[in-house]
C-alpha cells in the first residue's frame, strides 16, 4: 500500500511541483532577492522572542491585557511573515500578497500600543471592530487623519518613524488590491498564470517571471519588520545585551555595502544551495548588487496593477 502522500502526488503532482518551482526560482536573478528575505527572516527567528520580552517587561506598569497584546501582535506579525516566505517560495503569490497585509497590520498596531500603552484601555474586550478599537489603531480621530492628509500615511501605520510608516503604506495599498477571495484582475496577475505551466500543480499555476518581480515587493516587508522592531526595543523596552546586538545588526545591515551584510548574504545563499558569489561580484561589478528581474521603466505601468506609473508606485519605496 503507497503512502498517503505519494498517493495525493500522483494526483495532484503538489509536492513535485512545488520543488520543480523553487529549484527554478533559484536559478532565477531573484534568488538575490530571495536570498535578503532570508537574512533578515532569520534576524526575526534569531531575535523576536528576546524584543517581546524586552517590550513585555517595560510594559509591566501598564498591565497584564498590555503584555499579552504586544507579544501577540508581534507573534501574529512573525507567523504571517513566515507565511510570506513559504508561499513566495511555492509562487502563490497572491496569497503571500495577503500574509504580507496581515504582517503589516500587526506590526502597526503593536508600534501604536508600544508608543501610547493608554490605548490598551481599548482592548479589554478585544474586539477589534468596535469603533474605539478603530479610532485607536486603525483610522484616528479628524484631528489626526487632518495632520495625515498628503503625507502618504495611513493612519494604522503613523506610531512608525515617518518613512517605515510611508513604505508601509504603499505596500499595504498594493496588497490591498490583491483580494485572495475575489474576482479582481490584479489577483490573477499577480504572480499566477491563467493557464498551466511547467510548474502547474492541480491547485496552482505558477509562473517564474511574475513570481520574481513579486518577490521584490516581499522583501521590504521583513527588512521594515526588522528595524521597526529594533526602534521598539531600542526606545521603549528593557535594554539587555541581546536586543541590542539585534539593534547594532540592523544599522549594520542596512548599509549592504558593509562587509558584515555581504558575509551573511553569503551564508544565506550557501543555505539555499547557491554560488556564494553572485556573477556581478565574480566579474567585478558592484559588490552585492544583483538585478531582482527584468528592469522596469520608472515612466511604464507598475507590474502591480495600481495603473500608476512605477516611479509613483513599488519604484518609490524608501525605507531608511
Sequence with gaps: MSHPSAQFES??????ADAKFFDALMAHPSSEAFAEMSVWYTWLQKYLNDIQESLAEAGEPHGETYKIWVVSMLGGMAQA??????LSARGIIHEAAAAGRRALEFLGIASHLVADPAKAEF???GDEESKLFRKAFLSGSLREQEELKGSGIKFRFAAMEPKTAKACTTLWGIFSRCNVHGESPAVLAFGTSLIPTEHSCAFCNRSIDATAKAIVLYRPILEIAAIELASLAGRFGVPNQRVKEAGACVLVWLDKQDPRWL????CARADLGLPSTPPERANGGEAGVRRASPRIGRNEPCFCGSGKKYKHCCGNLTIH
Design 81 to 86: 511573515l513566515s507565511m510570506v516566505m513559504y
Design 11 to 16: 494526483v495532484t503532482h503538489t509536492f513535485s
Design 123 to 125: 482592548l479589554s474586550h
Design 263 to 266: 558575509e551573511r548574504m553569503d
